[in-house]
């Protein structure tokens, strides 16, 4: 955990959030700024940067983020849906934590 990283605060209940699903390993919310009718965000509980930090110890935890990617979407009522992962300040990464955007239906 680092102390100044917004998705860490809300890991540690600092900052309030709406949840969909928590585990040992992930914790998966609403994004304040919605681009869809849902639009919710997959967030290890690890603080890792981006996935350009990523290496092969992290295999198993990806391979889980995205895996929840369709179970939760399907849960949230969407029969399709768009993934992203914004990597780096130049990918559009704005909290350097790497997260999974799940969204679809109509524009928010």
Known sequence: M???CLFCK????D????LIYE???VIVF???KPM?????LIVPKLHIESLKSCD???QALLGKMLLLAPKLAEEQGLNGFKTLINTGREGGQEVFHIHVHVFGGAAG
């Not at 900052?15 to 709406?18: A, G, N």
């Open 2 to 4: 680092t102390t100044d």
């Open 10 to 13: 809300i890991i540690a209940s």
């Open 15 to 18: 900052i309030p959030s709406t």
């Open 23 to 25: 585990d040992d390993d």
């Open 30 to 32: 609403n994004d304040i």
């Open 36 to 40: 869809a009718k849902v639009h919710f």
């Open 56 to 58: 092969e110890a992290h």
